[in-house]
């Protein structure tokens, strides 16, 4: 279990400068954290590089992009892309004649998944396959970037990798009793980790989220030396999550989302950087505030701490800007209905005795419950009704202002090599906030 450290200053590090090189390792779909370092490497200059993880044919054959879906990421990025295929995790790959994992559990339903088995040994004989496709593809990219940067340059390499769910029907029906059920529609998520198909997503989100930041490491590693050797520097960031501080009883105290099935490999994605950073890499983990974004919004109830962020904005400080964002979020509500209510029910919610009980750092990531589905799905949905429009919620606007803070606040820390890991509170988030929109 990594060591809590909070990132408890906003850094001022100016690092990075035109003619540096901004790799973006992932790549970019829609809004969402690594917008925020994208915006940051623009604005000091550097040069924007990217990756594609490619696409698949008619035949789950995995190729690079067209001419269109090339100039399509190119012109999202603001830079160029390198055009080969590093597409994570193993599930659909196989041995030559073989299945890979997807196929074999083609057959899984919603009736029978618990007692569905594997075949490990050609599991593992796939994630081998896989594994080493990515490192070749890895190493083929980083030779491609190495043209793109010159010597003595500071280079910022971001991690943004993450997922690794087999593409099954079964599943989506799963993860909605697990992530969305209660009552007669709760399902217990260790089941699903007890299970062969919870342990191969396991395997697959470790291979995604965490052993891929492992790859990065090793095959810019020529990269790496290179810049040494020549007076320059390279950093190493990574999106994690496991939990955040945010304001229950007016103190900053740790809370998460319960089940974030995720959170083992993003454990073993702070393993890598630490381990990393004991080597003399400087590779860091930004562990961030939860948000809601396209792949997060099956976690119903993950974005009711956001809501707290409302507070932290004006007690650090915020006076004219902060009370605009409470504007804001009020007009999203329906008339008769005030923002403190709902900032009331989420310090309620927090202060139920089932939420309490899952504020428990040591055993994170715990296994969701009846009660605690019950309390938290059930506070999501009551606040959800209170909008004007379900499709313009407070935790959206909030979600924005998360993003336009972690973005500085991970450019300039990656810069200032504090830690190989480290948490971006909801302290830090406001004060860094307020610092960009000073009345």
Same mark, same amino acid.
């Given at each position: 279990?990594?060591?809590?450290?909070?990132?408890?200053?906003?850094?001022?590090?100016?690092?990075?400068?035109?003619?540096?090189?901004?790799?973006?390792?992932?790549?970019?779909?829609?809004?969402?954290?690594?917008?925020?370092?994208?915006?940051?490497?623009?604005?000091?200059?550097?040069?924007?590089?990217?990756?594609?993880?490619?696409?698949?044919?008619?035949?789950? *054959?995995?190729?690079?992009?067209?001419?269109?879906?090339?100039?399509?990421?190119?012109?999202?990025?603001?830079?160029?892309?390198?055009?080969?295929?590093?597409?994570?995790?193993?599930?659909?790959?196989?041995?030559?004649?073989?299945?890979?994992?997807?196929?074999?559990?083609?057959?899984?339903?919603?009736?029978?998944?618990?007692?569905?088995?594997?075949?490990?040994?050609?599991?593992?004989?796939?994630?081998?396959?896989?594994?080493?496709?990515?490192?070749?593809?890895?190493?083929?990219?980083?030779?491609?970037?190495?043209?793109?940067?010159?010597?003595?340059?500071? *280079?910022?390499?971001?991690?943004?990798?993450?997922?690794?769910?087999?593409?099954?029907?079964?599943?989506?029906?799963?993860?909605?009793?697990?992530?969305?059920?209660?009552?007669?529609?709760?399902?217990?998520?260790?089941?699903?980790?007890?299970?062969?198909?919870?342990?191969?997503?396991?395997?697959?989100?470790?291979?995604?989220?965490?052993?891929?930041?492992?790859?990065?490491?090793?095959?810019?590693?020529?990269?790496?030396?290179?810049?040494?050797?020549?007076?320059?520097?390279?950093?190493?960031?990574?999106?994690?999550?496991?939990?955040?501080?945010?304001?229950?009883?007016?103190?900053?105290?740790?809370?998460?989302?319960?089940?974030?099935?995720?959170?083992?490999?993003?454990?073993?994605?702070?393993?890598?950087?630490?381990?990393?950073?004991?080597?003399?890499?400087?590779?860091?983990?930004?562990?961030?505030?939860?948000?809601?974004?396209?792949?997060?919004?099956?976690?119903?109830? *993950?974005?009711?701490?956001?809501?707290?962020?409302?507070?932290?904005?004006?007690?650090?400080?915020?006076?004219?800007?902060?009370?605009?964002?409470?504007?804001?979020?009020?007009?999203?509500?329906?008339?008769?209905?005030?923002?403190?209510?709902?900032?009331?029910?989420?310090?309620?919610?927090?202060?139920?005795?089932?939420?309490?009980?899952?504020?428990?750092?040591?055993?994170?990531?715990?296994?969701?419950?009846?009660?605690?589905?019950?309390?938290?799905?059930?506070?999501?949905?009551?606040?959800?009704?209170?909008?004007?429009?379900?499709?313009?919620?407070?935790?959206?606007?909030?979600?924005?202002?998360?993003?336009?803070?972690?973005?500085?606040?991970?450019?300039?820390?990656?810069?200032?090599?504090?830690?190989?890991?480290?948490?971006?509170?909801?302290?830090?988030?406001?004060?860094?906030?307020?610092?960009?929109?000073?009345?």
């Amino acid at each position: 279990m990594t060591k809590f450290n909070s990132l408890r200053h906003v850094p001022q590090s100016s690092l990075f400068r035109k003619g540096d090189v901004f790799v973006l390792f992932g790549e970019l779909f829609g809004r969402g954290y690594a917008n925020g370092l994208i915006d940051e490497a623009r604005a000091a200059g550097m040069t924007i590089v990217g990756i594609t993880v490619g696409r698949r044919d008619d035949n789950n *054959v995995l190729r690079a992009l067209d001419e269109a879906e090339l100039a399509e990421a190119e012109a999202k990025l603001g830079g160029r892309i390198i055009n080969v295929p590093m597409m994570a995790g193993f599930d659909l790959d196989a041995p030559p004649g073989e299945q890979n994992p997807t196929e074999m559990l083609a057959g899984v339903t919603l009736k029978g998944w618990q007692e569905d088995k594997l075949d490990w040994a050609k599991i593992d004989a796939c994630r081998a396959v896989g594994v080493r496709r990515f490192a070749d593809s890895a190493a083929q990219v980083m030779g491609e970037i190495d043209k793109l940067i010159p010597d003595g340059s500071n *280079v910022f390499f971001a991690h943004t990798m993450a997922g690794g769910i087999p593409r099954i029907k079964a599943f989506l029906a799963i993860a909605n009793r697990i992530y969305k059920g209660r009552g007669e529609r709760f399902m217990s998520s260790r089941a699903l980790l007890d299970s062969d198909l919870g342990k191969l997503i396991l395997m697959n989100f470790d291979e995604v989220t965490a052993n891929t930041l492992g790859h990065l490491i090793t095959s810019s590693a020529a990269i790496r030396e290179r810049i040494k050797a020549t007076g320059g520097t390279v950093r190493y960031t990574a999106y994690g999550y496991h939990g955040t501080e945010i304001l229950i009883d007016g103190q900053y105290q740790w809370q998460t989302y319960t089940n974030y099935t995720q959170g083992y490999a993003k454990m073993r994605l702070e393993s890598v950087a630490s381990a990393a950073w004991a080597q003399g890499v400087n590779a860091t983990v930004f562990n961030c505030p939860e948000i809601r974004t396209n792949s997060s919004d099956i976690f119903v109830g *993950v974005e009711l701490s956001l809501f707290p962020l409302l507070t932290a904005l004006k007690r650090e400080g915020g006076a004219k800007w902060a009370a605009q964002q409470w504007a804001a979020c009020e007009a999203l509500l329906q008339d008769g209905t005030s923002l403190q209510s709902i900032i009331d029910t989420i310090e309620a919610y927090n202060n139920d005795p089932t939420s309490e009980s899952f504020r428990n750092f040591d055993a994170w990531p715990m296994d969701n419950t009846p009660a605690l589905a019950d309390i938290m799905i059930g506070t999501s949905e009551d606040i959800t009704k209170l909008h004007k429009d379900r499709k313009a919620l407070i935790t959206d606007h909030l979600s924005a202002l998360v993003l336009e803070g972690a973005g500085p606040l991970m450019f300039h820390g990656a810069a200032e090599q504090i830690g190989p890991v480290l948490w971006l509170n909801h302290d830090i988030i406001a004060l860094k906030l307020n610092a960009l929109h000073p009345d």
